[in-house]
Structures are given as C-alpha cells and as structure tokens.
C-alpha cells in the first residue's frame, strides 16, 4: 500500500508573476491500497465513467444552479477564461491563453484562444463571454455577486477586458468559478435565454437547460433525470486533449451506498464517503483513497430579521454561540476533520486562527437565557432532509445542535425539509435557524465578503451593522497581503461578536475510487476534473 502524506498550504503573493497569481496548493495526502507503479496510461476515449454523489442540485443551468453536484457537471461540459488543475489553485489557461493585470489591480485584459468551437461546431468569440457574464449577473440570482462592481466588455474578437470599480486581487481567481462558463449565445438565445438587463423576468431557458447543454467543454450533457441521474457524453468537437472515457454516468447515491458500489466497481468513484469510513479502508486493495484539507464549511444562521424568531433576541444569540458542543460537532467529521472559527476556511490567507475561536460556555449560556426574560424561547432549526456532505448529514448536524441548546435552557425543534422548499423559504427569510454548508466558490477572502452585511448570504438573515460593513469594503479593495490578513481577521471578529452567523467546522476532503482510475484528485468548488481521470492500461 502506497501511503503519502503531506500538508496543504496557501501560498499568497499579491501580484501576478508571469501572468499568474502564485495562489499555489502543495500536495494533498493521497492514499492508494495497491502500488502506484508506473502504468502507462490509456488515451482513446472508450468505456464508462460511474461517479456516485449525494445531489443537492436542482437545476442544471450554469448561470442559475451552483451545487457542487452541478459544478461537477459544468466543469466538465463548460469551459470558463482560467481554470485550476486538482487541488492547486495557480489560475491556468483555458479559454484565454494569457493575460495581462493592471497596476492597480482593477482591470484584467484576457487574449482568448481562436480554435474554440461549441459543441455544435460554432466558434467561441469574445460576444459569447459578455454574453455569458451579463446574463449571470442580469439573472440576479445567488451567483450574481461574483460579478458585483465588475464589468466585462470585449475589445476585440478575441480579447476582453474585466474591469472592477475598486482595486480587486481576486479578479484573477474569480474567472474559474463555473458560474462564469461560457455560452453559445445563440444556441441559448434561440431556446429563450437572454442577457437583457430585465433577464431575471425574461429569460426562459432554464427547462431547456435541464436537457441540453451549450457548452466548448470536454463532455455534452446527455440526460438529466433530476435527484437520480446525469449523464455526459464526449464532445467531439473539444479544443483540448481527449477524456479517456467516452461516457460518465453520475448517480445520486446515499453515502453507505457508495461505499459498497466502489468497492464493487471496476471505474467508479465515490465523492462522499465519510471520513469516518476511511480507516477500514487502508488495507483493501478493492479502492485508493485520496485524502486531504477540505474547503467547505458547516455552519448555523440565526435569522435577524425583526419579529422572525425568538432566536435573534441578542441574549438568545450570544447563549447559542456559547452554548454549542463544538468539540461533539466536529467529531461528526471524522479524521481530520477541524474546528472552525471564523467564516473563512482554515488555511486561507485572513483566517481566523484557533485560539480566536468561541469556546463553550454552558454556565454562561444558561443565564444569558435566563437574562432574556424570554418564558418560551421556542424556535425551529431547519435543515434539508436527506442531504449530507463528506460523509455528513445536515440532519445529524442539526441533532447535535438541538441537544446542546436543550442543554443550556432553549428549546429548538428540528424541521427537515426537500431542498427546493427549504430554499425557497430561505430566500423568503424564514428559516429561524438554519443548518447549512457552503462551498468555496473562488479561492480568495474575497469569496467570504458573501457574509458581509451586504452580501448575498448575509441578505437571507438580514444582518446588518455598519462596523463589519466598514471593515468588509476596505478588505475588499486593500492589495497588500498582510494589511488584508488584519482586516479580514478584524471582519471575522466582529461577525463572531454580533452576527447572526456561527462557524462550526471545516470536514477533511475524502475521495474513494476504483484502483485502475488515475488523477482523481478533489478540488474544493467542482469536486473533480472528471476528463482528467484516465486509467492504467491492463
């Protein structure tokens, strides 16, 4: 058994050298129950890739749906102007083939490739990357802030310019995101899409997305049968190497039944076995594993919308914060599995550092209650039934939760709900208290100010104060490394001090596959590059 450990790092250095940012990962821990060798790889596409995740997506609309089991699908189908490769975030080419940042940091200007064609043999143009960015933004949906204050515009056939109200260095890491694919425009605009400024009313090319794609991408999208099935085919027509596999089957699979199925499996893949589970997996040569830090998080929302839950009452706030079991929630995660302190991941450049973070406090807690003068502090912690992450379950989260708050004098009553109504109650804010999981969408602080007051994550519990606003505009626009450290440090304090919003932790990053697969390797936004899989031959 080949056994590779080692740690992973953010490497950060403000300014771009040779046209990329050094946003560098080192390598993750990597485990594989059979020896490695030296295989030669096979490269004619033939045969069937089997991946199984547990869904939470609903739609399959690049600019409307950012799940991770959808950005799987995008990264596959879609192509963006950079991209990463596995778990090292150094910004690559794909659409574009170079760039060049401004002084100030508050434009980039990208040369594009001239022999991308669309699926349907259509060449990709610089009108298809505006149109692309401006309907996501013009859609107003959860993705849109990736792009608030920046404007793309083309000044060329092949070249297009991004362009930033402030200066703003994430904009090189930003264009990865899979919110940001490129589009035929006119294939969407024949099928109702639109990028007008009154898209959110007027676009209607979202059912036609649930069965066809538009895409330059290694793979078409196939079939989608929503909550059971994706299916990809290769596309002939790709501008890049060649997958190995000819079709990837996608299957939406509880975690115990991936387990089994990719050990069974001779090309498989399971995206979420718990951590947990790992250990017993070592010594059989059936699997590898892959390990190592993972970048999502779990956390609670307090709703502070006023009159909406009990739970928002200041005192009921600061007696749930102290009163949570952090160190039985972060046992959920399994090995290296770690406890979060603030709103950005541990390891990322502004991370809170452990020491900074809340510790339990059941005394303190209980007579905060008692302090609110709150006879029933009743409320509902709500969660999406049946969805788990890393081996995870929102419910078991939620479990724990209840019984630490039961503990310190409140009264949660849990509430799992299908995905698609728990959302929409979300963005109608009415969820009292929520049981969530983000993922990373860029690999900058940046991606965080979503927890800003006037951040689209922070909108769904309306929280508002204008010292976090202050330290979340100046973080946002400041170039230096280290005075970005303090600042987003500083944001994250006074988050922990009045918002309705509590990091829990950080679960470790697990993948599970068929010994014969070869690069599979995890990254934090699209789980894996699944046209970099390839196999050893024999």
Do not use: C
Not at 329 to 350: E, F, Q, T
């Amino acid at each position: 058994m080949t056994n590779l450990q080692a740690r992973a790092r953010w490497k950060w250095r403000s300014r771009p050298a040779l046209g990329l940012v050094a946003l560098a990962v080192a390598l993750t821990a990597f485990v594989a129950a059979h020896s490695a060798g030296a295989a030669t790889e096979r490269v004619t596409a033939s045969g069937v890739l089997v991946v199984d995740n547990a869904f939470n997506n609903r739609l399959l609309d690049p600019h409307r749906e950012a799940s991770n089991t959808a950005n799987l699908v995008f990264r596959a189908v879609y192509d963006t102007l950079l991209t990463f490769k596995g778990d090292d975030y150094t910004p690559r080419p794909a659409v574009a083939t170079s760039w060049k940042v401004s002084d100030d940091d508050r434009s980039i200007t990208f040369q594009l490739r001239k022999d991308v064609v669309f699926a349907d043999g259509t060449p990709l143009t610089a009108k298809d990357v505006v149109f692309s960015y401006a309907r996501l933004f013009n859609l107003k949906v959860t993705q849109s802030f990736l792009l608030r204050g920046l404007k793309l515009r083309a000044t060329g056939k092949y070249s297009v310019v991004l362009e930033s109200d402030t200066p703003n260095p994430a904009l090189i890491r930003i264009v990865a995101n899979p919110s940001l694919s490129i589009v035929n425009r006119k294939l969407v605009a024949a099928n109702g899409g639109t990028a007008a400024a009154n898209a959110a009313n007027l676009d209607k090319a979202e059912p036609w997305f649930s069965k066809n794609s538009a895409g330059s991408g290694p793979y078409v999208l196939t079939e989608f049968v929503p909550q059971q099935q994706i299916t990809l085919e290769v596309n002939t027509r790709y501008w890049g190497p060649k997958p190995r596999f000819k079709k990837v089957i996608i299957r939406n699979m509880p975690a115990a039944a991936q387990l089994l199925n990719v050990q069974r499996g001779t090309r498989e893949i399971a995206i979420d076995v718990p951590a947990l589970e790992v250990e017993s997996l070592l010594d059989n040569k059936n699997v590898q594993i892959w390990r190592g830090p993972g970048t999502n998080i779990f956390y609670l929302t307090v709703n502070q919308t006023p009159g909406a839950t009990v739970a928002s009452n200041a005192k009921i706030l600061e007696a749930i914060r102290l009163g949570l079991d952090y160190d039985a929630i972060v046992k959920l995660g399994g090995p290296g599995s770690a406890r979060l302190a603030g709103m950005i991941p541990n390891g990322l450049l502004g991370s809170l550092s452990a020491d900074k973070a809340v510790k339990r406090n059941v005394a303190r807690a209980q007579q905060l209650v008692q302090e609110s003068g709150i006879k029933d502090p009743a409320f509902e912690v709500s969660y999406v039934a049946g969805f788990s992450f890393a081996g995870v379950s929102l419910e078991s989260l939620a479990q724990k939760v209840q019984s630490s708050l039961q503990e310190i004098g409140l009264k949660p009553s849990l509430i799992g709900r299908p995905l698609n109504t728990h959302l929409q109650l979300r963005a109608q804010k009415k969820l009292e208290v929520n049981v969530g999981l983000i993922s990373m969408t860029y690999p900058d602080p940046n991606a965080y100010l979503a927890f800003a007051p006037d951040g689209n994550q922070a909108a769904f519990i309306s929280f508002q104060d204008a010292t976090a606003s202050s330290l979340a505009a100046r973080a946002q626009a400041t170039i230096d490394d280290a005075k970005r450290a303090a600042l987003f440090t500083q944001f994250q304090d006074r988050l922990n001090q009045v918002s309705g919003l509590i990091p829990t932790f950080q679960p470790a990053a697990v993948l599970v596959a068929s010994p014969k697969l070869t690069n599979v390797v995890r990254n934090g936004i699209w789980y894996i590059d699944l046209a970099a899989v390839s196999e050893k031959a024999g």
